[in-house]
């Protein structure tokens, strides 16, 4: 079992085929879900599954939670798309990575991007919070550049 970081391929094909939208207005909903170091998540993952879920508690329930679309953007050739951090609170959870996906698309829950956090991260009776990075060329959670 194992969570690798990857834009899914599924994802990229979609972007072609006009099937994912980040317009901040009128765009996609997006949810981020949280996994336990049992799950297997990687860049051939087409869609939300439950399994090896982290466990549902306080503010965080089975299939995750909304992110909110800051939009999209570019500059010197690279496209991007942004969210708010989001944080669940009065959890008491263990993670080792997320799944980012789109409920609105037209393949159900379609995954667009694995996170791994690089090991377990916890929160006990406490809050767990998804800090995105800086929305820039250089780091913003999703890039496109040519």
Do not use: C
């Not at 916890?122 to 800086?134: N, V």
Request: charged share 10%.
């Amino acid at each position: 079992m194992a969570i690798t970081q990857a834009i899914a391929n599924a994802f990229k094909k979609q972007l072609l085929e006009g099937d994912q939208n980040f317009a901040s207005s009128g765009g996609d909903k997006f949810k981020l879900s949280l996994y336990t170091s049992s799950a297997t998540l990687n860049s051939a993952t087409t869609a939300y599954t439950s399994t090896n879920e982290a466990t549902a508690g306080g503010d965080y329930s089975a299939g995750g939670g909304a992110l909110v679309n800051a939009g999209t953007s570019i500059s010197a050739g690279v496209a991007r798309a942004d969210f708010a951090d989001l944080s669940f609170t009065g959890v008491t959870l263990t993670a080792r990575g997320a799944l980012i996906y789109n409920t609105s698309s037209a393949v159900t829950k379609a995954a667009v991007a694995v996170l791994d956090f690089g090991s377990d991260k916890t929160a006990t009776a406490g809050t767990f919070t998804i800090q995105f990075p800086a929305a820039t060329s250089t780091a913003a959670i999703l890039r496109i550049s040519g």
